[in-house]
């Protein structure tokens, strides 16, 4: 299964990007995957791998190309180093949501010019930040996003102006937000105002409670779960496979 390593221009400047592709002939949908806030690192090419495996060119944006040659995280220790914690948000303050969907454009015009790619509008999948990042771009971007997905994502509502959730109804995208149960950007309370906006807007959408704790499906996070990663492959499949270019 090829795996490579790519760039795209974007507004504000040049993106690495590593993009999956499936085993075969093609042409295959795609989907734009955003990493956690430790950004693009090994295990998100391994995930991007088994996105291909099940029949999506999968690409992985370093979504903090802004910062240049950035040094990456160890995820073990990063919350608790507090110089790396700060490096680390200070990054965050980085992709902002203006930032989200300029790179969201620049990334699916990459997308429908390669020759592997099928169709003119393409899945996003996030986690953590990049989860929130998935439903923005659904809204910011909505002719070119088919379904959007978010996993253990934070900050999707919220007071924010610019928080996701006020988006509603500029999304046409079905939806699908996979909280943990023990997760304090993602509660009770802003599962159900999240689920009333998206009702009122019109939106076909999901929200599915994980057993866990934030990071439930990223493999190198403390919080890993092998049984709620697997059911988090199993959504991605079944949403994709409904929404996407057959």
Same mark, same amino acid.
């Given at each position: 299964?090829?795996?490579?390593?790519?760039?795209?221009?974007?507004?504000?400047?040049?993106?690495?990007?590593?993009?999956?592709?499936?085993?075969?002939?093609?042409?295959?949908?795609?989907?734009?995957?955003?990493?956690?806030?430790?950004?693009?690192?090994?295990?998100?090419?391994?995930?991007?791998? #088994?996105?291909?495996?099940?029949?999506?060119?999968?690409?992985?944006?370093?979504?903090?190309?802004?910062?240049?040659? /950035?040094?990456?995280?160890?995820?073990?220790?990063?919350?608790?180093?507090?110089?790396?914690? #700060? =490096?680390?948000?200070?990054?965050?303050?980085?992709?902002?949501?203006?930032?989200?969907?300029?790179?969201?454009?620049?990334?699916?015009?990459?997308?429908?010019? =390669?020759?592997?790619? =099928?169709?003119?509008?393409?899945?996003?999948?996030?986690?953590?930040?990049?989860?929130?990042?998935?439903?923005?771009?659904?809204? =910011?971007?909505?002719?070119?996003?088919?379904?959007?997905?978010?996993?253990?994502?934070?900050?999707?509502?919220?007071?924010?102006?610019?928080?996701?959730?006020?988006?509603?109804?500029?999304?046409?995208?079905?939806?699908?937000?996979?909280?943990?149960?023990?997760?304090?950007?993602?509660?009770?309370?802003?599962?159900?105002?999240?689920?009333?906006?998206?009702?009122?807007?019109?939106?076909?959408?999901?929200?599915? /409670?994980?057993?866990?704790?934030?990071?439930?499906?990223?493999?190198?996070?403390?919080?890993?779960?092998?049984?709620?990663? #697997?059911?988090?492959?199993?959504?991605?499949?079944?949403?994709?496979?409904?929404?996407?270019?057959?």
């Amino acid at each position: 299964m090829p795996t490579i390593s790519d760039t795209v221009t974007t507004a504000d400047g040049t993106c690495p990007v590593t993009v999956a592709v499936p085993d075969g002939p093609g042409p295959w949908p795609a989907v734009v995957m955003y990493p956690d806030a430790g950004g693009t690192r090994a295990t998100f090419v391994d995930m991007a791998n #088994q996105l291909a495996r099940l029949g999506y060119v999968a690409l992985v944006p370093d979504v903090y190309y802004r910062s240049g040659d /950035w040094t990456p995280f160890d995820m073990a220790t990063v919350f608790t180093d507090k110089a790396e914690r #700060q =490096r680390l948000f200070s990054m965050i303050s980085s992709v902002t949501p203006d930032a989200m969907a300029t790179d969201a454009r620049a990334f699916f015009d990459y997308l429908a010019g =390669r020759p592997d790619v =099928r169709g003119e509008t393409f899945g996003t999948t996030g986690y953590c930040m990049g989860g929130r990042t998935s439903l923005t771009v659904a809204g =910011r971007v909505p002719e070119r996003v088919a379904a959007a997905m978010s996993f253990h994502g934070g900050g999707l509502v919220s007071d924010d102006p610019d928080s996701p959730h006020l988006l509603a109804d500029k999304i046409s995208a079905t939806v699908y937000v996979g909280g943990a149960q023990d997760d304090a950007s993602f509660t009770a309370a802003h599962a159900e105002t999240l689920d009333k906006t998206l009702t009122d807007a019109g939106v076909e959408h999901t929200i599915e /409670w994980y057993s866990g704790a934030h990071g439930f499906a990223v493999p190198d996070n403390a919080p890993y779960d092998q049984a709620a990663a #697997q059911r988090h492959w199993d959504a991605m499949k079944d949403v994709f496979g409904a929404h996407l270019a057959a």
